[in-house]
């Protein structure tokens, strides 16, 4: 069972709207929780990092959120732009795994006009 | 640019052939991770260098892959006898620092088609 889960699979938004996306993760203690951004073809970018002890974190339309006492974190996206069209990738650095990250495994955002 | 690179970028090759891919990651950066990303599936982690100390390869899923990292810098990953499952895009990302909140930084991928 993959310890980091995303929902939904994918999504399809108009130009505009706002939409959330979420990520449970089933390991603690964590290091720090990233959302990454990836873009058709290209590798993952980093968009946001939390530590458990913070709860939110924006970084231009995208905030963050993070219930370290559920175990789960958000994705907002405000204003949706078609360049927004990418997976989004939840990865939580798990102390007890070292220096590795554990992966979800993504929500593929479409967003037309 | 001063990003992490990878080459090439699409590799199709035959079944039972080797291949090798190659990164090069950001200058200065001591920590390389190599990747595989299936299609629909999240990122696997396959093996990690850090400096000069021996490496993870914790994540190779068998012996027909292995990886080495030539002065510290630029990494290969060679993938023997390949198999129709060995199909994925291979990433390549690089840290300034290995443990901690160290942002790893991602390379375009190597999309690897056996036939």
């Known amino acids: 069972k993959n310890q980091v889960e995303q929902s939904p699979q994918s999504l399809i938004i108009l130009e505009g709207k706002n939409c959330t996306l979420q990520?449970?993760?089933?390991?603690?203690?964590?290091?720090?929780l990233r959302w990454y951004k990836q873009d058709t073809g290209r590798g993952p970018v980093s968009l946001t990092i939390?530590?458990?002890?913070?709860n939110t974190k924006s970084n231009g339309r995208y905030t963050a959120t993070l219930d370290a006492d559920t175990k789960q974190s958000s994705l907002h996206i405000t204003a949706s732009q078609l360049s927004d069209s990418a997976s989004y990738i939840c990865?939580?650095?798990?102390?007890?795994?070292?220096?590795?990250?554990?992966f979800g495994g993504g929500t593929r955002v479409l967003v037309k006009p | 640019g001063a990003g992490v690179s990878q080459s090439p970028s699409n590799k199709v090759t035959e079944k039972g052939k080797d291949v090798e891919l190659r990164c090069d990651p950001i200058?200065?950066?001591?920590?390389l991770y190599w990747y595989r990303q299936s299609l629909g599936q999240g990122l696997e982690f396959l093996i990690y260098?850090?400096?000069?100390?021996?490496?993870?390869k914790s994540g190779l899923p068998s012996d027909r892959f292995s990886a080495e990292r030539t002065g510290g810098s630029v990494s290969t990953l060679t993938i023997q006898r390949t198999q129709q499952e060995d199909s994925a895009v291979y990433l390549c990302?690089?840290?300034?620092?290995?443990?901690?909140?160290?942002?790893?930084?991602f390379g375009p991928g190597t999309r690897l088609t056996v036939l």
């Open positions: 260098f850090q400096g000069n100390s021996a490496p993870d």
């Open positions: 939390m530590t458990f002890s913070e």
């Open positions: 990302a690089s840290s300034f620092q290995s443990g901690g909140g160290g942002e790893q930084f």
């Open positions: 990520c449970n993760y089933t390991v603690s203690p964590f290091s720090n």
């Open positions: 200058s200065g950066h001591t920590a």
């Open positions: 990865v939580g650095r798990i102390k007890a795994a070292g220096n590795k990250l554990t």
